[in-house]
């Protein structure tokens, strides 16, 4: 089975910067494009970042230009590089990857942005 396990979140002021890390263990993890997902309280959650099997990214518009996505597949974990944080960015970050089925989520990582 698959596990995800998120780490790197915190409390930053707006303007700052945090690094998350998702490692994954259990799967063939280099096959599979990945995405950081977030839910702030009383939302959906939503797909922020993805990135492709061989480091292709994409991103929501609310972080382009801000956010970066990377992979190390030796290591099976996935990165976001979270840059110019915002308030709005206030929320409980996953991985997972991308196609359906999705595997069982983590545990999440707290980001909170707040003077």
């Known amino acids: 089975q698959v596990q995800l396990v998120e780490s790197g979140g915190g409390l930053v002021q707006p303007g700052g910067s945090l690094r998350l890390s998702c490692a994954a263990s259990g799967t063939i993890f280099s096959i599979d494009f990945m995405g950081w997902y977030r839910q702030a309280p009383g939302q959906q959650r939503e797909l922020v970042a993805t990135i492709s099997s061989r480091g292709i990214p994409t991103y929501t518009d609310s972080v382009k230009g801000r956010f970066t996505i990377s992979r190390d597949n030796a290591k099976n974990t996935v990165y976001l590089q979270m840059d110019s944080l915002k308030p709005e960015d206030t929320a409980l970050y996953y991985c997972?990857?991308?196609?359906?089925?999705?595997?069982?989520w983590g545990q999440g990582t707290q980001v909170t942005v707040s003077s």
């Open positions: 997972n990857r991308i196609s359906i089925p999705l595997w069982r």
